[in-house]
Nanobody, 115 residues
Framework: QVQLVESGGGLVQAGGSLTLSCAAS????????MGWYRQAPGKQRRLVAT???????NYADSLKGRFTISRDNAKNTVYLQLNSLKPEDTAVYYC?????????WGQGTPVTVSS
């Protein structure tokens, strides 16, 4: 059994920053792509960013420049740095990973941005 566990969410003021972490654990044979998605109240879950094992990144166009995804392969951990946060960034942020040729999801960590 493999797991993804997110942490780092919380309540911040507009303009502030947060760093989210997601650690994979269990019987891991391989991890290809890791990423972050978010689901705002009343909306569908959407892509935030992805990163390959080699470090290649993709971002949602609207978020590129404010959010940064990174990865520590030795720790099986992916990070998301959230900068210049806006109230519309309020959402539950979910970690996603292709591990052992299957897609896995974390439980989510909530981010609330107040004005």
């Amino acid at each position: 059994q493999v797991q993804l566990v997110e942490s780092g969410g919380g309540l911040v003021q507009a303009g502030g920053s947060l760093t989210l972490s997601c650690a994979a654990s269990g019987s891991i044979l391989s991890i290809n792509v890791m990423g972050w998605y978010r689901q705002a109240p009343g909306k569908q879950r959407r892509l935030v960013a992805t990163i390959t094992s080699a470090g290649s990144t993709n971002y949602a166009d609207s978020l590129k420049g404010r959010f940064t995804i990174s990865r520590d392969n030795a720790k099986n951990t992916v990070y998301l740095q959230l900068n210049s946060l806006k109230p519309e960034d309020t959402a539950v942020y979910y970690c996603n990973a292709q591990m052992n040729s299957q897609i896995h999801w974390g439980q989510g960590t909530p981010v609330t941005v107040s004005s």
